[in-house]
């Protein structure tokens, strides 16, 4: 069955750098967008960046540009997040899911979830 399990959350102070992983399995991993959201406490589950199958299209929320980097590794099955100069309302959890195609990128338009992991950001 599908599976993504994200991995590398934790505890950083502010202006740190953490990197997370998501490995997946069950499909076919390089046909697939793969996508970063954030759900922190008592808020919407919110988009943060997304890449496309073959690596060469990203997108960001305005708010993490030029501060974190989405990558893949197809022939590992695993989507990264570099998270540089990170702030306090970078707390969240941080969830991978995938998508068919590049456009609409509501969480509602991905298929399927992991089951997050945890960053939180000192002051």
């Known amino acids: 069955q599908v599976k993504l399990e994200e991995s590398g959350g934790g505890l950083v102070q502010a202006g740190g750098s953490l990197r997370l992983s998501c490995a997946a399995s069950?499909?076919?991993?390089?046909?697939?967008?793969m996508g970063w959201f954030r759900q922190a406490p008592g808020k919407e589950r919110e988009f943060v960046t997304a890449i496309s199958w073959s690596g060469a299209s990203t997108k960001y929320v305005d708010s993490v540009k030029g501060r974190f980097t989405i990558s893949r590794d197809n022939a590992k099955n695993t989507v990264y997040l570099q998270m540089d100069s990170l702030k306090p309302e970078d707390t969240a959890v941080y969830y991978c899911?995938?998508?068919?195609?590049?456009?609409?990128?509501?969480?509602?338009?991905?298929?399927?979830w992991g089951q997050g992991t945890q960053v939180t950001v000192s002051p």
């Open positions: 069950g499909f076919t991993f390089r046909s697939y967008t």
């Open positions: 899911g995938r998508k068919s195609g590049f456009t609409n990128m509501a969480a509602s338009d991905f298929l399927s």
